[in-house]
């Protein structure tokens, strides 16, 4: 019988408190809520449960993927293991009418907050949240009143850590001055570079940690979205300029350079989009998210590929030259951008 030795996943910290997770976590979001249908719960249950088993010790979730029903499957996958895993999860959103399964609206006021937080802890199967981001800022909630409401849940022991999301540097100084934030959820990735002009400086400063979501362009960078793909009629992507069918085919050659530089290094698109992003700062922790066990095991090996100088130069070089077309969101989501 042959043993296959397998490396564990190096670890990273997150904050000044130092909230250690594996350099690379596992967003959770795409099981239930933004891709198209839901993963039938029990794929998901073991995709979640194969990722722990590879030695994926951070789990990110949300009250709004589903709405309510990513939270369900990602604490009854993690229960058996709940001690060895930090799970995240984010507050912030309400049902804009009584269409319960349309959560557009914002909704961060304290009193809120300390309710939401124990359907999140009952979803979760916990009776601590390791992190608890606010998703997007509510601009009728003052910030302090938002990190005082989670100080407070902290002191109650019923969260361990406070992050953001999509925050600007303002807003990350005033909530930091009332509660340390652990971490800053954002996009980020080859293709959206934009928090390297103040978000990361301002965080590398405060001492807190970066999660980049969509680190892999939404699937764009992986190569296995093209001119012709079609998305389910569910998928969020439909709305998203970039991924208009234009784009897509303007965008082609961001992938096409990828493929073959990752090639000269024995390795995938999507390996090579993850390992630049670990690559920028040891403090970043991308959450790649999938629904198939074979893309999760081709994506954590990219905690092993290493970039050198002159590969990360090369990189730079290449996408200098590169106008990347269509924007990241919908007009009324970058809105919601607090910045
Ligand atoms: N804070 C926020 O506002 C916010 C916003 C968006 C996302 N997030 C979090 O960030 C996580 C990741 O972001 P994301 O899901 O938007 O984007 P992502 O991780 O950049 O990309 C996910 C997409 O890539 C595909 N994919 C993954 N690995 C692949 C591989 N090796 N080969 C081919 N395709 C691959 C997935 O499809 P398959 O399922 O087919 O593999 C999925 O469509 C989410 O799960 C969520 O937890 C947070």
């Known amino acids: 019988m042959q043993i296959m030795m397998v490396a564990p996943i190096k670890k990273r910290k997150l904050g000044k408190n130092g909230l250690e997770v594996s350099a690379l976590g596992l967003g959770c979001m795409g099981l239930n809520f933004g891709y198209g249908p839901a993963t039938d719960k029990k794929e998901a249950i073991a995709l979640i449960r194969k990722a722990h088993d590879m030695g994926v010790t951070f789990f990110d979730t949300a009250e709004i993927y589903g709405p309510l029903t990513n939270e369900e499957v990602v604490g009854e996958a993690l229960s058996p293991f709940r001690k060895e895993v930090v799970i995240a999860t984010k507050f912030g959103f309400k049902p804009a009418s009584k269409d ?15 309710t939401v937080v124990e359907g999140s802890l009952k979803r979760l199967k916990t009776d601590v949240i390791d992190l608890y981001y606010q998703h997007r800022v509510d601009p009728q909630v003052p910030i302090e ?7 407070d849940l902290i002191q109650a022991g019923k969260v361990k850590h406070f992050g953001l999301s999509e925050a600007g540097v303002q807003t990350i100084r005033r909530a930091h001055a009332v509660q340390p934030v652990t971490a800053l959820q954002s ?15 301002t965080l590398e ?15 764009f960078l992986t190569g296995a979205i093209h001119q012709d793909t079609k998305f389910d009629k569910t998928d969020f992507r439909n709305v998203v300029p970039r991924f208009a069918e234009e784009n897509r085919k303007a965008n082609q050659g961001i992938v096409d350079w990828l493929t073959a530089f990752a090639r ?18 040891p403090w970043i922790v991308p959450i790649p998210g999938t ?38 969101y919908p007009q009324h989501l970058m809105e ?4």
């Open 145 to 151: 009143e938002v990190a005082g409401a989670v100080k």
């Open 100 to 114: 319960e399964t349309h959560w557009s609206a914002l909704e961060s006021r304290p009193e809120h907050i300390k």
């Open 205 to 219: 400063e405060l001492g807190i940690g970066f999660v980049p979501f969509s680190p892999l362009g939404k699937g």
């Open 336 to 339: 919601r951008v607090g910045r």
């Open 264 to 281: 000269k290094k024995n390795s995938t698109a999507a390996q090579v989009a993850l390992s630049w992003v670990l690559a920028q700062k």
């Open 291 to 328: 629904t198939k066990i074979h893309c999760l095991e081709e994506n954590l090996q990219a905690a092993d590929l290493i970039l050198t100088k002159e590969d990360l130069h090369e990189i730079e070089q290449a996408f200098a030259g590169i106008q990347v077309q269509g924007a990241r």
């Open 187 to 201: 996009e980020y990735s080859m293709w959206w570079r934009e928090p390297e002009a103040e978000i990361l400086p």
